[in-house]
């Protein structure tokens, strides 16, 4: 979907208004009210709020809202905007974090090897995500799926990789390609071009080929400890210059070692993040759109392994 709904919330109030207004002159007419009732409309199905208050925006469901017997044309038909709690309630889609794609050397540490897969191991990881029927989908196809209940594919599987490391290029996008399976590249923009990690081109042209690239901040920070100007270093000239890179908006950010706090998501939504991901904690209850979960598909698991870990932890 190209309109994530923090997008939408302007539009949305806009429409409203709008509607209410040329509904109320509508009924001067002496229509009934009863279907057609913009404000029974806005309340969300499955909603335990105070049955007559109009919902806060994130909370509002437009249904078709034009009266049967108009005879304008319908201006807009907004879909289903779920609130927290249906989006929490979904079903989560299983996201696979990776890091590193290259084979293992003496000096990496035991714990670094989580986070480097070496390249066989990679292989069979997406083998087997292809043998078993998983598809994979993109940030757009999930926020529209977690906002609206727009449908996946029946075994759907999101592959992310963070820190720019060059093996994603060399390695695991052509891996991924040879399924059709398409991945989500979560960049810090410091590594851009130094040895090991990807050039502006690679990324452009992962980007060309249909995978996502997402923000990963500049130089890795813990978001936790962002202080004012740190927004503009750490997620606005990074966000700006991907965009600069692939002509496309940034809208998806990974928090550096999945750390965050509720502090930190209206900072990254005015900064145009339609969505960020974390790693396995709790999601936010009030915002799970930016709390998306994932798991680090580690360097030491077997592909049963994995397939175990994602029953288990979505
Ligand atoms: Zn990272």
């Known amino acids: 979907m190209n ?5 939408l919330r302007l ?3 806009t429409f409203l ?8 002159s509508c009924m001067q007419g002496g229509k009934t009210a009863e279907a057609q009732s913009p404000v029974e409309a806005a309340i969300p199905v499955d909603s335990d709020a105070e049955s007559n208050a109009i919902p806060a925006p994130d909370t509002l469901t437009l249904q078709a809202a034009i009266p049967e017997q108009s005879s304008q044309p319908p201006v807009l038909v907004a879909s289903s905007i779920a609130d927290a709690e249906t989006i929490i309630a979904r079903k989560q889609v299983p996201i696979l974090c990776y890091h590193q794609v290259r084979d293992w050397r003496e000096k990496d540490s035991k714990q670094a090897k989580d986070y480097i897969i070496p390249e066989e191991r990679f292989k069979e990881h ?3 995500l292809a043998d078993s029927g998983y598809q994979t989908v993109l940030p757009d196809q999930l926020m529209a799926y977690l906002t609206t209940g727009a449908p996946l594919p029946e075994k759907p599987v999101m592959l992310t990789f963070d820190d720019t490391s060059l093996g994603q290029y060399t390695v695991a ?5 040879k399924y059709g399976f398409k991945g989500v590249f979560f960049i810090m923009t410091v590594s851009l071009g130094r040895p090991n990690y990807m050039s502006k081109a690679q990324v452009k042209e992962l980007s060309d080929r249909g995978h996502v690239i997402g ?3 500049w130089d890795h920070q813990n978001v936790k400890k962002y202080q004012g100007q740190d927004w503009v270093t750490q997620v606005e000239k990074p966000s ?4 600069e890179i692939t002509g496309k908006p940034t809208e998806y950010f990974a928090y550096p070692f999945g750390l965050w706090n509720p502090k930190a998501i209206p900072e990254l939504k005015q900064r145009g993040m339609a969505g960020a991901f974390q790693l396995a904690g709790k999601r936010d209850p009030q915002d799970p759109l930016h709390s998306i979960r994932r798991i680090i598909a580690s360097g030491y698991w077997s592909a049963p392994s994995l397939q175990r870990a994602m ?3 979505f």
Do not use: D
Request: positive net charge.
């Open 3 to 7: 309109y994530p709904y923090s997008r």
């Open 215 to 217: 923000s990963h901040t």
């Open 173 to 177: 996008a052509p891996e991924l390609e």
């Open 240 to 243: 700006r210059q991907l965009t």
């Open 126 to 128: 997406i083998k087997m």
């Open 11 to 13: 539009p949305i109030i």
């Open 311 to 313: 029953i288990n932890s």
């Open 17 to 24: 208004i709008t509607f209410l207004v040329s509904l109320s």
